[in-house]
Nanobody, 126 residues
Framework: QVQLVESGGGSVQAGNSLRLSCTAS????????MAWFRQAPGKEREFISA????????IYADSVKGRFTISRDNAKNTVYLQMNGLKPEDTAVYYC???????????????????WGQGTQVTVSS
């Protein structure tokens, strides 16, 4: 059983930056692909970014490409999401997910991730 805990959310003005962290415990972190999703009120959970087990492959949603960067530190069992140039439409609860033995095409699907954190709120004001 893997436990995921997100942190780093907050309230910022548009154009500013935040770095989210997601720390895992209870499993072999380096054997999991990790991803960030977000969910705004009244909307479905949306894929943001994913990173393969050793960090060699990263993918992004078009809405955040060039502004957000995903990374991981397997020695610290942590995945990060650096968010720059935040916009009001980035306001949402951000979740990290962990999954194993995932093919590239499944990385964008929330159903492919087995473990989830509790989420961290990001609010961007204009």
């Amino acid at each position: 059983q893997v436990q995921l805990v997100e942190s780093g959310g907050g309230s910022v003005q548009a154009g500013n930056s935040l770095r989210l962290s997601c720390t895992a415990s209870g499993g072999t972190f380096s054997s999991y692909a990790m991803a960030w999703f977000r969910q705004a009120p009244g909307k479905e959970r949306e894929f943001i970014s994913a990173i393969r087990e050793r960090g060699g492959t990263t993918i992004y949603a078009d809405s955040v490409k060039g502004r957000f960067t995903i990374s991981r530190d397997n020695a610290k069992n942590t995945v990060y999401l650096q968010m720059n140039g935040l916009k009001p439409e980035d306001t949402a609860v951000y979740y990290c997910g962990a999954g194993q033995r995932m093919i590239l095409s499944s990385l964008r699907r929330d159903s492919a991730y087995v473990y989830w954190g509790q989420g961290t709120q990001v609010t961007v004001s204009s």
